[in-house]
């Protein structure tokens, strides 16, 4: 039998997956992107479904218990993508500040005394 | 033909007196202050002051200014170019004997060292804590020996101006300078430059966020 909070994120699987679909589908998310995502939810259903496997995997890891390696896990997806992010965002800056450059010698504003 | 750059933020008290006192004692073909978006009327007073004012529109940081007033400097075919800071920290006297000894140091790029000149009053925790933090870490992880950790006063010539490309946007990138100048080749020397402190400069959340700056430099291409 299903407990709810199985039910619940059953529901939250179906809202992810459609979500990922959709950003696929208008071209917010690239192909391998959204492969990663659809693959990511299916094991986290996957988890949510069959707890006990977590136990076995945790056992091979060296890991005391299930809900510790997902956690293990967890946070070092967390700070992947954080760093991820801190990356993209760095870039983000570079190219603001090119536009800026650009945009300071194209408008020929260079401010001076007149002679 | 030398040139000037000046960095400028939010500095309309200081930067018409370090205009005219750059031109008055150091004679330069172009002074240029990049105005990165202040606030106050910097670029006006500047402009008065007998500067040449490029405006970013956007806030980009000190290095980014920097690299902007080099981009104006290459444009004009400078042969020596000075980067100043617009706070009157530096000494405009230190300018032209720094340029001699550039041209006769037979090397591409300068950069001032607080140390080895008398009357420069160093805070105690930047000299004997932040500072030999930096330089040890500029030595192990840039490979870069310097007296000097962080010294915004620096001659280029005209080889290193065309080779050297700040990317850090902030303050890492008086890191990167050397590193840039090292990785193309360049020969680097030091001059022993006065500094007059207003404020206490770096701190070390500043320092922290340089180190971050170049870790995460390291990923982007």
């Known amino acids: 039998m299903l ?101 300071a010698f194209g408008r020929g504003k260079i401010e001076r005394l007149k002679d | 033909m030398v040139g000037i750059v000046i960095p400028a933020y939010n500095e309309e008290k200081k930067v018409a007196q ?21 606030d106050d009327n910097t670029a006006e007073v500047a402009v008065a002051a007998g500067a040449q004012v490029i405006t970013h529109e956007i806030n980009r940081g000190q290095g980014a200014a920097l690299e902007t007033g080099h981009e104006y400097a290459r444009r004009l075919g400078a042969d020596f170019v000075v980067d100043f800071d617009a706070d009157g920290q530096f000494e405009p006297a230190d300018i032209r004997p720094a340029i001699d000894f550039l041209q006769k140091s037979t090397t591409d790029i300068l950069i001032g060292t607080r140390f080895g000149v008398g009357g420069n009053k160093i805070p105690f925790f930047k000299k004997y804590f932040l500072l ?71 701190r070390l959340s500043g320092a922290v966020k340089i180190v971050g700056d170049l870790l995460m430099g390291k990923f982007i291409k």
Not at chain 1, 46 to 57: A, D, E, M, Q
Not at chain 1, 70 to 92: K, W
Not at chain 2, 18 to 38: E, G, K, L, T
Not at chain 2, 155 to 172: P, S
Request: proline share 3%.
């Open chain 2, 132 to 202: 030999p933090l930096a330089r040890l870490f500029n030595r192990i992880f840039l490979g870069v020996k310097m007296s000097d950790a962080h010294n915004g006063f620096r001659v280029y010539t005209k080889r290193a101006l065309n080779e050297i490309f700040i990317r850090q946007d902030r303050m890492a990138h008086a890191s990167e300078i050397p590193v840039l100048a090292h990785k193309a080749g360049l020969k680097l020397c030091e001059y022993p430059v006065r500094v007059y402190y207003h404020e206490y400069g770096q």
């Open chain 1, 3 to 103: 407990l709810i909070f199985q039910i619940l994120f059953f529901g939250f699987f179906l809202t992810a997956e459609w979500s990922v679909y959709r950003r696929m589908r208008e071209g917010r998310l690239r192909r391998s992107d959204g492969l990663f995502w659809a693959i990511f939810w299916l094991f986290a259903l996957f988890v949510v479904l069959y707890p006990s496997v977590t136990s076995i995997w945790a056992g091979y890891l060296g890991i005391g218990r299930g809900a510790d390696m997902i956690v293990y896990v967890a946070l070092s997806m967390v700070f992947f993508l954080l760093f991820r992010q801190g990356i993209a965002i760095e870039s983000l800056r570079r190219s603001l500040t090119k536009k800026v450059r650009d945009e």
């Open chain 2, 18 to 38: 370090v205009v005219r006192s750059v031109i008055a004692i150091a004679r330069p073909d172009f002074v240029v202050v990049v105005n990165d978006a202040s």
